[in-house]
Nanobody
């Protein structure tokens, strides 16, 4: 059973940086697509960034391009989200997700079948 555990969230001032981590276990991650989503209060869960584990191909939401970087570590099956130049509108709960049957980095949350518990990111102005 796939298990995902996020960490690294917190409170940061606008313009600052945070690095989120997702510790992954219980699956054959070399075959999966991994992604980060976020959900702000009263809003739908939205795609942030995705990575295809096998070749490292990435995909980003327009709102974070040039500021966020997704990466993976094969040695310890972890996925990271480096977030720079943070803005107040980045405030949300960030979730790590696995798409165990997919090949392309889907932006639709319904395609992802395993989720972490989420980590809060708050950006103050």
């Amino acid at each position: 059973q796939v298990q995902l555990v996020e960490s690294g969230g917190g409170l940061v001032q606008a313009g600052g940086s945070l690095r989120l981590s997702c510790a992954a276990s219980g699956g054959t991650f070399s075959r999966y697509v991994m992604a980060w989503f976020r959900q702000a209060p009263g809003k739908e869960r939205e795609f942030v960034a995705g990575i295809r584990w096998t070749d490292g191909r990435t995909n980003y939401a327009d709102s974070v391009k040039g500021r966020f970087t997704i990466s993976r570590n094969n040695a310890n099956t972890a996925v990271y989200l480096q977030m720079n130049s943070l803005k107040p509108e980045d405030t949300a709960v960030y979730f790590c997700a696995a798409y165990t049957t997919g090949y392309y980095t889907s932006t639709t949350p319904y395609d992802y079948d395993s989720w972490g518990q989420g980590t809060q990111v708050t950006v103050s102005s």
